[in-house]
């Protein structure tokens, strides 16, 4: 595989370096929004790198291969199921976690993977109206906000090879007898207007021995639907991971 992009490492700052995990379609630029620092990785197929027949466990080993010390990490979706891949596989590289509406398991893989033949069939572009809204309330969605520009933009730009290769990868999650051996902090977050995977991110918490469950407004990609709010939750998990205070 292709190495990890490192657009925004921080380096010699003597803190906890953040790496941020994007949701499907996404680049280097899927957290800007939320504004705090540190490092967005691409997967393949995504921005700049050509696309590969890869598995979830792949992207977590190559993620883990650039890290020199243990990371804060946030994911949401896609992120968020390659989040807990690195703690599963990489618990020495992983301080923390913040994971957001994201499952342990798909209930109907078939579905997903039938979903990644559909797009190799017709493309990703008809899909882009029907991505927005499963992904974005409607409110933001008739705002047109920046979020919303943004995804259709990568919807866009990512070929169907991209996309169908990642939907792919994504059916074969199944964490759940790995997760309750993480013992590091998670912040579990719950968008309250998530309609993809309600209560997924719940299931994740009955397994984990050391999490805390968040909820905030927004929708499934809620690091674009709802920054300000995402960030006041990264924000207060490290004051938790720091100081034991519930942020």
């Given amino acids: 595989m292709g190495q990890v992009n490192t657009i925004g490492r921080v380096e010699g700052c003597g803190v906890t370096e953040t790496v941020f995990l994007p949701g499907l379609t996404q680049d280097e630029r899927a957290y800007d929004l939320v504004g705090l620092p540190g490092r967005t990785v691409v997967y393949p197929g995504h921005g700049d790198r050509p696309p590969e027949r890869i598995a979830m466990s792949d992207i977590a080993d190559e993620i883990a291969a650039t890290l020199a010390e243990p990371v804060d990490i946030v994911g949401v979706a896609l992120g968020g199921i390659v989040g807990q891949y690195l703690l599963v596989r990489h618990p020495d590289l992983i301080r923390s976690a913040v994971l957001a509406n994201t499952p342990s398991v798909f209930s109907d893989p078939a579905m997903v993977v039938a979903r990644a033949d559909d797009v190799l069939r017709t493309g990703v572009v008809t899909m882009s109206d029907a991505l927005v809204e499963r992904w974005f309330r409607p409110e933001t969605i008739a705002a047109d906000g920046p979020g919303v520009r943004y995804v259709r933009e990568t919807i866009a730009a990512i070929s169907p090879q991209g ?85």
């Fill in 163 to 247: 996309f169908a290769f990642m939907q792919r990868a994504m059916a074969e999650t199944d964490t759940r007898d790995q997760l309750p051996e993480v013992i590091v902090p998670v912040t579990l977050v719950q968008a309250k207007d998530d309609v993809v995977g309600p209560g997924s991110i719940a299931r994740i918490g009955r397994l984990l021995r050391n999490s805390r469950m968040v909820g905030i407004p927004g929708s499934h990609m809620v690091h674009l639907d709802n920054p300000d709010g995402l960030r006041d939750v990264i924000v207060g998990h490290r004051r938790w991971v720091e100081g034991g205070e519930q942020g």
